[in-house]
């Protein structure tokens, strides 16, 4: 059972900058890919960034491309996402999660998932 941990949110005025991390218990197929969705109340969870090993293959939502960036560190088990320029609708919960495989044009179905991290950006 693959556990993914998060960590970094936080509260921001608009126009600033927070970086979220997130670690995974193993580095196996399972967490082949991994990224982050975000979820506010009464909206569905929204796919927000991936990364995959092959390539590697990355994906950004229309909604963050150009303001966020996600890496992965060489142990494979560690991601980051600078999320800079944030904008009051970047606020909400942001999940971790883990899966076998994804592509570049956002396809990817987790099988993990962490317990989220609140981010907030005020006006």
């Known amino acids: 059972q693959v556990q993914l941990m998060e960590s970094g949110g936080g509260s921001v005025q608009a126009g600033g900058s927070l970086n979220l991390s997130c670690v995974a218990s193993?580095?196996?197929?399972?967490?082949?890919?991994m990224g982050w969705f975000r979820q506010t109340p009464g909206r569905e969870r929204e796919r927000v960034a991936h990364i995959g090993i092959a390539q590697p293959t990355i994906y950004y939502a229309d909604s963050v491309n150009g303001r966020f960036i996600i890496s992965r560190d060489k142990a494979q088990t560690t991601i980051h996402l600078q999320m800079n320029d944030l904008k009051p609708e970047d606020t909400g919960m942001y999940y971790c999660a883990a899966g076998r495989s994804c592509s570049t044009r956002g396809f990817f179905p987790p099988n993990y998932w962490g317990q989220g991290t609140q981010v907030t950006v005020s006006s």
């Open positions: 193993e580095y196996s197929e399972s967490t082949y890919c």
